[in-house]
């Protein structure tokens, strides 16, 4: 049963690891005084808000029986699918608003004072941008919606949305130990990669909206009309 819930979360939660304003703001950390340990300050901010809507998502499906009860496990099916369309629209709204300039970005601007606040702040930003993020939340109420429709019962399904939300921070921790690895050159590999993904966020969050939205719409599509 375990691999049955880790073969639900391992995709979603590579989606979910790449998320370049995220990915950003932990860059800009790690070039900071002290840059490792304010990375994972950030890390377990958002790490602790993802697990804890994991929870309260597979705490609500089993309530709600969607693993047991044939109606209401249809009505996991469509939540998947609403959620698959919500993120094939989402594709669309970043295309059309897509920014002229991308480092002149309000977003880019804010996350680059990051590295001026204390620890207890960092903390509690790693979490609000957790919260906010536009594709990880929908992402984790489907998958945690999922993962309990295979009868895994919770304490496997808890697990699996634990590892669900590890996956989707293991990109934010990886600048801390790029500093801690290789400190001379950490300098210029987290100054390219900052540039990389400003100039290209449009485009990865593109795609990957396109490819989780169209894997869950195909997901649910057959347990609906089967």
């Not at 957790?130 to 009868?151: A, D, H, R, W, Y």
Request: with cysteine.
């Amino acid at each position: 049963m375990f691999w049955t819930v880790l073969g639900e979360v391992v995709t979603p939660g590579l989606g979910a690891a790449l998320s370049p304003m995220l990915i950003v703001a932990a860059i800009v950390l790690g070039s900071a005084p002290s840059g490792p340990r304010k990375v994972f300050t950030f890390s377990t901010g958002v790490f602790v808000v993802m697990a804890v809507i994991g929870m309260l998502v597979v705490l609500g499906a089993d309530k709600a029986e969607v693993a047991t009860v044939p109606s209401r496990s249809e009505g996991g099916h469509i939540l998947g699918l609403i959620v698959g369309i919500l993120l094939c629209g989402m594709a669309w709204l970043t295309y059309k608003n897509r920014p002229t300039n991308s480092e002149d970005s309000s977003s880019v601007k804010r996350l680059t004072s990051l590295d001026t606040l204390p620890d207890p702040r960092i903390f509690v930003m790693g979490m609000v941008l957790g919260l906010v993020n536009v594709k990880n939340i929908p992402l984790e109420i489907s998958v945690g919606t999922n993962v309990v429709q295979t009868g895994a019962g919770v304490p496997l399904s808890l697990i699996g949305m634990l590892v669900f939300s590890a996956m989707a921070c293991s990109t934010l921790v990886t600048p801390g130990v790029i500093v801690l690895a290789a400190p001379e050159k950490s300098t210029r590999i987290l100054g390219h990669a900052r540039k990389v993904l400003i100039a290209n966020n449009t485009a990865i969050m593109i795609v990957l909206y396109l490819m989780l939205g169209t894997n869950l719409i195909s997901k649910s599509l057959g347990p609906l009309f089967a």
